[in-house]
């Protein structure tokens, strides 16, 4: 009887304390952002400095394209880095052309193509440390554009004005998290900027490219459409079509009369029997995830990465057997922990694992790839693997590894990312 | 004309991979007070005995009032007692708290009222991802509270508490994932969650 008192009286009492004490705690929840205001400069002032006679910190790396002994790095928003690449064990950062919201770069003879916003820029690199714009190509990337909708923060594109930096101001606000209605109702504008530009003649870039040039046609993508350019004129580039690609597209890689083109959904690819306007003749779908592809004459090779805005895939490999670009099909999955970007030369495969570092496997048997060796210690992006060399971007900068030998992997160089 | 926009937080912020490093000296050092405050005990002439003590409970605060369970095994000398302790804390968000538990018996008697403190990290699990998020990480647990127990028989003592928990995480969100035109942008947003907790249970 005395235990039941007890106990009554115990029930009791926590009841009332937890009655009167509950409306005196609080929970405190805080938002941490930078309010942002740009800068603007005048668009004719912009293209007139856009020349090679700068230099400037490795901060923000992007996409990477190496043409001759030379690197292209882009810096995310603000330009292209020339890396004089004549020796892979000193590479040296020659000069910086200033193209403000640049992020994709391909190249072909002394030609770079650029974007800068919504427009194309065609740049003679003939002297790379003496660029010159050749032309400006207006209202090609319309989803580049800011706020199309109006809707958010209310900056409208004046075309005469270029954004061309950001004033900074950190603030913490009291706030739960509103991550959800802007997400879903821009998630069809998504613009993926992480990465490097592919060719296949006169270049070569990496899996995560949106640009990709295949003999008189620069192609690239937005979010919805594949866009072939010509440009047999590099001082009068033409966009002659877009074509409907899908949804959600994020990358594309040339193989031979091919285009596989990468979206969050699936693996679309394009034949260029007619180059003007490519036709798509297999589709290939997957979970959502960001899909970057490399490809070659019997498979493809895509990397699936769960998490921020890629969606919820689990984190893996696919190797597709696309011997028949009709019907492509799934030959095996490879489980990875956070895969990127990915080259393939020969027996080969780099995958940029993300924290899980650069991983090289033996893909002499698509069906039974081994891992021969992981790099740590980096958290890679994307990989251009070209003559024994793989160039690496990285969070921390661009490293570039010696793979002659694939039991002996060894880091030639890195240029890393000032803080 | 400037209009100002809501966007960017830190270019790049902590890992995933960097948070685990971060968790683990914590883990370490929790470990570490726990082998030291058992050693102290074994090295006296006087009676230690190991305990566990189970609970199931409520955490109420300004949110909710959700469930929560907890475990801990340890030590016991003749009215302290200390051990590790690890449970699921259901709110807000399902957290794993692992803490160093102390508590002081007001008496040697076996019925008795008791205090209690716990110290510790609570990890939000992986899988715990919001769209768009980027990484999130645990952060500080700790709890203190009075509660009373007697036995049920003479192995087996109903142990009733009642006190004050905390505990803290954040997350980091891509406030803008479908942009590139702009410097990427995160939101660091900071949980601090004040509860009262209530918990029964049983202590061998």
């Known amino acids: 009887m005395k235990k039941f008192l007890t106990i009554v009286f115990g029930c009791t009492t926590m009841a009332f304390l937890l009655f009167f004490l509950q409306g005196c705690l609080k929970d405190k929840v805080t938002r941490t952002y930078t309010i942002m205001t740009p800068v603007y400069e005048s668009k004719t002032t912009v293209l007139a400095n856009i020349k090679s006679d700068l230099q400037a910190e490795v901060k923000s790396p992007g996409k990477i394209f190496i043409y001759g002994n030379y690197i292209f790095l882009n810096e995310v928003n603000e330009g292209v880095h020339i890396i004089d690449n004549s020796n892979p064990s000193n590479p040296v950062v020659k000069s910086f052309i200033p193209i403000p919201g640049n992020v994709d770069i391909a190249v072909k003879g002394n030609t770079l193509y650029a974007d800068m916003y919504t427009d194309l820029l065609s740049i003679d690199i003939s002297d790379p440390l003496n660029a010159k714009l050749l032309k400006t190509v207006a209202d090609v990337f319309p989803e580049r554009a800011y706020d199309v909708t109006g809707m958010y923060g209310g900056i409208v594109p004046d075309k005469s004005k270029i954004i061309v930096d950001w004033i900074k101001k950190d603030t913490t606000v009291e706030g739960e998290p509103n991550i959800y209605s802007g997400g879903i109702m821009f998630d069809s504008q998504k613009d993926f900027a992480l990465a490097s530009a592919a060719v296949a003649a006169p270049g070569i870039g990496g899996s995560l490219a949106r640009f990709s040039i295949v003999n008189d046609y620069l192609y690239a993508v937005d979010h919805h459409t ?19 690609g899908g949804f959600d597209i994020e990358t594309i890689y040339p193989f031979k009369d091919k285009l596989f083109v990468g979206s969050m959904t699936g693996l679309y690819i394009f034949d260029l029997t007619n180059p003007a306007s490519p036709a798509m003749k297999g589709t290939f779908s997957h979970a959502r995830a960001c899909d970057p592809v490399v490809a070659d004459d019997n498979y493809a090779y895509v990397t699936l990465k769960e998490g921020t805005s890629c969606g919820p895939a689990e984190d893996e490999l696919l190797v597709l057997n696309v011997a028949n ?7 095996k999955k490879y489980s990875m922990q956070n895969p990127s970007g990915l080259a393939k030369d020969g027996s080969t495969l780099f995958i940029c694992d993300g924290t899980g570092g650069l991983k090289v496997f033996d893909a002499t048997d698509a069906l039974n790839i081994s891992l021969k060796k992981q790099i740590k210690g980096i958290e890679p992006r994307d990989v251009i693997a070209w003559k024994n060399n793989a160039l690496v971007i990285a969070k921390e900068g661009l490293f570039q590894f010696d793979y002659s030998n694939p039991n002996n992997i060894y880091l030639r160089s890195r240029i890393t990312v000032s803080k | 004309m400037t209009i100002p926009i809501q966007t960017t937080f830190t270019s790049e912020a902590g890992s995933l991979y960097q948070n685990r490093i971060a ?21 006296s ?15 109420s605060g300004k949110s909710s009032t959700e469930y929560q369970m907890q ?19 259901n709110y807000y968000e399902q957290t794993i708290p692992l803490f160093l538990d102390i508590r002081k018996n007001f008496y040697g008697r076996s019925s008795t009222p008791f205090v209690y ?10 899988d715990s991802k919001l769209m768009w998020e980027i990484d999130h990480k645990g952060g500080t647990y700790y709890a203190a509270g009075i509660g009373y127990e007697f036995p049920l028989d003479k192995k087996v003592k109903a142990v009733f508490d009642i006190g004050y928990s905390y505990k803290h995480f954040s997350r980091k969100i891509d406030s803008e994932p479908w942009r590139s035109s702009i410097p990427h942008n995160y939101d660091r947003y900071n949980y601090s969650l004040n509860r009262i907790s209530i918990k029964a249970g049983l202590s061998f």
């Open chain 2, 117 to 126: 403190g716990d110290a510790g990290y609570s990890f939000l699990p992986k």
């Open chain 2, 23 to 43: 968790m683990k000296p914590k883990i370490y050092l929790v470990l570490v007070l726990i082998l030291t405050i058992a050693s102290g005990f074994a090295q």
């Open chain 1, 226 to 244: 594949l866009k072939s350019i010509l440009i047999t004129d590099p001082s009068n580039p033409k966009l002659i079509s877009n074509i409907p």
């Open chain 2, 45 to 59: 002439k006087a009676k230690i005995k190991f305990s566990n003590i189970t609970q199931f409970g409520t955490l």
């Open chain 2, 71 to 89: 475990t801990v095994n340890g030590v016991k000398y003749k009215t302290i007692s200390a051990g590790v302790g690890v449970g699921l804390d």
């Open chain 1, 325 to 331: 670009v009709s019907a492509p099909t799934l030959l």
